[in-house]
């Protein structure tokens, strides 16, 4: 069973940057990708970014440019840099965690960004 834990979010004004970090338990099995959904209020929850173990980086178009996640596989670890955060990136941002055996979901960190 995986135990996910996301940190990071908070409030930032526009054309800030924030770093959310993802950590998923060490008994965590065989994980094959991690990464990032968000949810706005409203909306569906949408895809953002992922890596899978083999470092192949994949991020969505409306945050391509602005958004790099990374992970260090030692520590079951993924980050999501943000950089020149728009008012539209406010959500709520989720961590999943895919492996051999199905999805983890972390329970998500609010990011803000306002003036």
């Known amino acids: 069973q995986a135990h996910i834990v996301e940190s990071g979010g908070g409030l930032v004004q526009p054309g800030g940057s924030l770093r959310l970090s993802c950590a998923a338990s060490?008994?965590?099995?065989?994980?094959?990708?991690m990464g990032w959904y968000r949810q706005a209020p409203g909306k569906q929850r949408e895809w953002v970014a992922d890596?899978?173990?083999?470092?192949?980086?994949n991020v969505a178009d409306s945050v391509k440019g602005r958004f790099t996640i990374s992970r260090d596989n030692a520590k079951n670890t993924v980050f999501l840099q943000m950089d020149n955060l728009e008012p539209e990136d406010t959500a709520v941002y989720y961590c999943?965690?895919?492996?051999?055996?199905?999805?983890?979901w972390g329970q998500g960190t609010q990011v803000t960004v306002s003036s």
């Open positions: 999943k965690v895919r492996t051999f055996y199905g999805d983890y």
């Open positions: 060490a008994s965590t099995p065989s994980i094959r990708a």
């Open positions: 890596i899978t173990s083999g470092d192949i980086r």
